[in-house]
């Protein structure tokens, strides 16, 4: 898997599917993660089995260059065909964040594709994060700089500790979805430690995207706590970008009146 996996950009058998994320104060698409999946002869091949291959073998390096300079010109082909612009997240592994001229690769690929720096969402691992706290923080100060957006995924399941959130000049912090998933009551281990981000995130002024949203009732109770956006298979799958610029166009085709009762996104696709 590892030497097929060496060739597999050459041979253009890496592409990105896009997952959107829902604003829950309109029901509508405000964004996208690109994420990553290789199409090894005909059949598509699971992340959780070529990642981390990719990241033991530091081909993760290299694959990671390839997903940012994909998403940023897949965001510029879909301006060009008069699609409204949404910012898209791409994902930044630990040995890719750490390599000393990333900020250098980030301003190069930006510069080269045509994508606004607002429009790009860099996510970074609570674990990449607190790897080298000094370093990291630089890091960041750098991205920022650039103009892109810092987001921190997965956070709950690291290690991280208040004194280095407060210090790392991000916008998003992503709540992991073993807490979403448990969402059962509002008195349950997993709704406090939600409630608990929510009211975190506020007082250092930073959004909030739920991950693994599946069941309306999920939906209900974070759209209830003010949870920013929300992201899951509820309102979609990955999809490639050709389905998800269909998705896009026939979304803006449409007037949402914004209903709290509501899951307004599904009325929106029900017929797409």
Known sequence: TENSLRYAIDKHELELFYQPKIDT??????????LIRWRRDGELISPSTFIPIAENSRLIIKIGQ??????????????????????????????????PD??????????????????????????????????????????????VSLAIDDFGTGYSSLSHLKRFPVDILKIDRSFVRDLSTETSAEASIVQLILKLAQQLDVKVVAEGIETVAQQHQLTLWQCDYLQGYLFSK???????????????????????????FRALTSTF
């Not at 104060?25 to 690109?34: L, N």
């Not at 999809?239 to 899951?263: R, T, Y």
Request: aromatic content about 8%; glycine content about 4%; proline content about 9%.
């Open 66 to 99: 390839w997903v940012l300079n994909e998403a940023c010109e897949q965001w510029s082909r879909w301006k060009a065909q008069g699609l409204p612009a949404l910012p898209v997240a791409v994902n930044v592994s630990p040995l890719q964040f750490q390599e």
């Open 25 to 34: 104060k309109t029901g509508k698409i405000c964004s996208s993660e690109a």
């Open 238 to 264: 990955p999809i490639p970008a050709d389905e998800f610029a269909g998705m896009i166009n026939h979304q803006f085709s449409h007037e949402v009146v914004p209903n709290p009762n509501k899951n307004y």
């Open 102 to 147: 990333f900020p250098a690769q980030v301003r190069e690929t930006i510069k080269k594709t045509g994508i606004p720096p607002a429009m790009l969402e860099l996510e970074i691992t609570e674990e990449a994060a607190t790897f080298d706290a000094e370093r990291v923080v630089d890091i960041m100060h750098e991205l920022k700089v650039i103009g």
